[in-house]
């Protein structure tokens, strides 16, 4: 349990950060007027021989992933997603259940357009249910 709480991070808003990310994390622009409310510790699955680690950022305006410094630098891309294109967050099993492997599940984002990503997340059922509440709400 304690493990789960470290791995998700409540962020408390800076007024003057001009700048979303961390020290060994790609970090990414601000928009206007745009806070960092909350992250968790992700690996994003970019196919299934190859995962980016980093965390995945909720702030005011958008759903985002940030790399680490190292993943950025080799294979590891950012991703973002306005909220208004997040249509739901989903509990799916891994991709490597298919081939015989037994793996934990991850959360798959749809968006508006169709396309969906994947991410292992710590605790997936409760990341799962909070970024849908923040979809919800305006």
């Known amino acids: 349990m304690a493990h789960e709480e470290a791995a998700m991070t409540n962020i408390h808003s800076n007024p003057s950060a001009c700048r979303i990310g961390s020290w060994w994390l790609r970090s990414e622009d ?5 806070s960092p409310l909350w992250s968790v510790l992700a690996n994003r699955l970019l196919s ?4 980016s680690n980093g965390r995945l950022i909720t702030t005011t305006h958008r759903l ?4 680490h410094r190292f993943g ?4 590891g891309v950012a991703w973002t997603a306005p909220w208004e294109k997040v249509r739901r967050v989903s509990v799916e099993p891994s991709p490597m259940d298919v ?12 968006l508006d357009d169709g396309r969906k990503e994947r991410f292992w997340v710590i605790a997936p059922i ?10 919800r709400e305006p």
Do not use: K, T, W, Y
């Open 30 to 34: 601000a928009l206007p007027d745009e």
């Open 48 to 51: 299934l021989a190859s995962v």
């Open 64 to 67: 985002m992933f940030c790399p």
């Open 72 to 75: 950025h630098a080799s294979i």
């Open 99 to 110: 081939i015989g492997f037994r793996d934990r599940p991850l959360i798959g984002i749809q």
């Open 126 to 135: 409760r990341c799962a249910r909070r970024l849908n509440q923040m979809i």
